[in-house]
């Protein structure tokens, strides 16, 4: 089958601003993904277009876009999956600087991520017999759901709130936080609670639940968020 | 600013689920209401400062153009109010997202539920006043009252931004604010929902009272009962109506005033800080973030005192007597009183 694609592009030494590339694709599978599609634009027809990509297969979450109005990993995308009848359209994430055409700048992203202490902070000593702290499968499944996160940025630019401010920490920061905060071995809890009560923390989510759906990783983002904002009222439980 | 334009444009473009639909009605309705509120609350507290200015407000309430309005207000609240049931629902029980889009979409169908019947009622209000062929306030007027109350929220948010200047000359803005782990957000975050949750009830019996059951029109319905007391209102006056109602006692208590304060604190600190939220969302320049936020705290303070004091003032014998000096009706406040 055709398709046509109508690609975001972008470069900051020539272009004055954004615009859209149109290319017509023929031979496509509906079981190509998206990524296939946007790597045949650049290895048959215009190598200057511009995307990130790694491992292709979902792992990785470098390569996510806007694609027919959502946000989503090209990799993972199938044609199948979505309406390809008319024109699929593909733009980069909203709410990072672009710097081109669907490479955006991962910098404040990170930062935010890093500002949650997205790392184990032991509560207890090392084991006397220098093994591993033991955890209850009920303990563990408590944060089985936000140890998926692969730092995509899908839910975080998907979400009204942090477009309108790019100091909100964000719905993939309050994720990884999260892991850790109901993290049974965890010492930490109390720094990050409170980290995340600052006013560009948990209190920016509107209950939008934009970011729910656009998870390739299906990960219940906003019922995270959810639990953290209790978590601050309440204590983590 | 240019965060709002993008926001705009964004949820426009972006396929989000019926969460973001959720989201900008309640923002659109949120804001809409508060609008109102400022109004209301100004306006009502005429009746025991400006008795002569209240029965102007009342009849340009009574216009077709504000009879628009109030459909659309009454449509604004009741979607609020449902829409901010479910937000309290699944923030409380996050477990329970997976309901989120069921329970968006029960949202809609509630209020149009609700809606239309209400609408129904309402209509027949209208029917009845515009039966007796009435005077209505010209748009003229209105236009001449409205644009005053217009050209004051601009001076304030003025004022407000060349005193936040002046502040940024003498204090510096620093390049970030520092942020620090307050309890205020956090205490908020509870507020609204807590607060949300009983203004439910008591802003719908007051849309009862005062727009369904009976209409805006019946305020000013000479002889006729004021809703909510067992008194007549002989001049049918607005303002001889608003006094009956704070006047009446219920084993010794005012409760009409007693439901308006509470309604009024309500609302307006709910009101004012999803204003609040707003303002912080989209206005990121120091100066203007701070003087909105000044017009914020400072306006809803400002309206919860002029709304109390007039609850606490009441309708008083002279500013009856005004009222009656300038309806041209030959009345006392005795009878009055006796009625």
């Given at each position: 089958m055709e398709v046509k694609l109508r690609i975001r592009r972008f470069n900051p030494?020539?272009?004055q601003k954004p615009y859209w590339g149109e290319y017509t694709l023929t031979?496509?599978?509906?079981?190509?993904?998206v990524l296939e599609l946007l790597n045949r634009v650049k290895w048959?027809?215009?190598?200057?277009?511009t995307l990130r990509r790694s491992?292709?297969?979902?792992?990785?979450?470098?390569?996510a876009m806007r694609i027919n109005g959502r946000n989503r990993l090209a990799c993972t995308?199938?044609?199948?999956?979505?309406?390809?009848s008319k024109v699929i359209q593909i733009e980069p994430i909203l709410g990072l600087k672009v710097i081109k055409d669907l490479v955006t700048d991962f910098e404040a992203f990170f930062e935010h991520y890093r500002s949650v202490m997205p790392y184990f902070v032991p509560?207890?000593?090392?084991?006397s017999n220098g093994r591993e702290r033991y955890q209850s499968q009920a303990d563990r499944a408590r944060f089985d759901d936000t140890t998926?996160?692969?730092?995509?940025?899908c839910c975080t630019t998907s979400c009204p709130s942090f477009w309108a401010s790019g100091q909100y920490v964000g719905p993939a920061a309050i994720v990884n936080a999260h892991r850790f905060i109901f993290?049974?071995?965890?010492?930490?809890t109390n720094q990050r609670l409170n980290i995340l009560a600052e006013?560009?923390?948990?209190?920016?989510?509107?209950?939008?639940?934009?970011?729910t759906p656009a998870c390739p990783r299906e990960i219940e983002v906003t019922r995270a968020i959810g639990e953290v904002k209790l978590a601050i009222q309440q204590g983590a439980r | 600013m240019a965060t709002l334009v993008t926001t705009i444009t964004e949820t426009l473009r972006y396929r989000g689920k019926i969460g973001q639909w959720s989201w900008v009605f309640h923002r659109l309705s949120g804001l809409g209401i508060v609008l109102f509120l400022a109004l209301h609350v100004i306006d009502t507290s005429w009746a025991a400062f400006y008795p002569e200015l209240y029965a102007d407000a009342i009849n340009e309430y009574q216009s077709p153009l504000f009879t628009l309005g109030e459909f659309a207000l009454v449509a604004a609240i009741i979607y609020h109010a449902m829409n901010g049931l479910r937000i309290i629902f699944l923030d409380y029980r996050?477990?329970?997202?997976?309901?989120q889009q069921k329970a968006a979409t029960y949202v809609f169908v509630a209020t149009a539920v609700i809606i239309v019947p209400v609408w129904g009622m309402m209509a027949t209000h209208v029917a009845n006043f515009w039966g007796d062929d009435p005077e209505f306030a010209s748009l003229g007027d209105i236009l001449n009252t409205q644009s005053q109350f217009l050209i004051g929220f601009i001076v304030i948010v003025l004022v407000a931004l060349v005193l936040s200047f002046l502040y940024s000359l003498v204090a510096g803005d620093e390049k970030k604010a520092p942020k620090r782990a307050s309890q205020i957000d956090a205490w908020l975050w509870t507020f609204m929902r807590i607060s949300g949750f009983l203004i439910v009830p008591l802003v719908f019996g007051h849309l009862a009272m005062?727009?369904?059951?009976?209409?805006?029109?019946?305020?000013?319905?000479?002889?006729?009962t004021v809703i909510g007391t067992s008194?007549?209102?002989?001049?049918?006056l607005a303002v001889e109506f608003v006094g009956e109602r704070w006047d009446h006692l219920v084993a010794g208590v005012a409760i009409w005033r007693v439901y308006d304060g509470l309604l009024l604190a309500l609302v307006v600190v709910h009101g004012f800080n999803g204003l609040r939220y707003v303002v912080n969302d989209y206005f990121h320049n120091p100066i203007v973030n701070r003087a909105f936020n000044w017009v914020v705290v400072f306006g809803g303070a400002a309206l919860i005192i002029l709304g109390m004091g007039a609850l606490l003032a009441g309708v008083e014998e002279t500013a009856f007597n005004i009222a009656i000096d300038k309806a041209g009706i030959s009345q006392t406040f005795n009878t009055w009183l006796g009625g």
């Open positions: 030494e020539k272009d031979d496509v599978e509906p079981t190509d993904s048959e027809q215009d190598g200057t277009l491992c292709a297969h979902g792992v990785c979450g470098s390569d995308t199938l044609l199948q999956a979505i309406d390809a509560a207890t000593p090392v084991p998926k996160c692969i730092l995509c940025a993290d049974s071995r965890d010492g930490a006013p560009d923390g948990v209190w920016r989510c509107r209950t939008i639940f934009n970011c | 996050p477990h329970l997202w997976h309901l005062m727009h369904v059951i009976s209409g805006v029109f019946d305020i000013t319905a000479a002889d006729a008194a007549t209102n002989d001049t049918g």
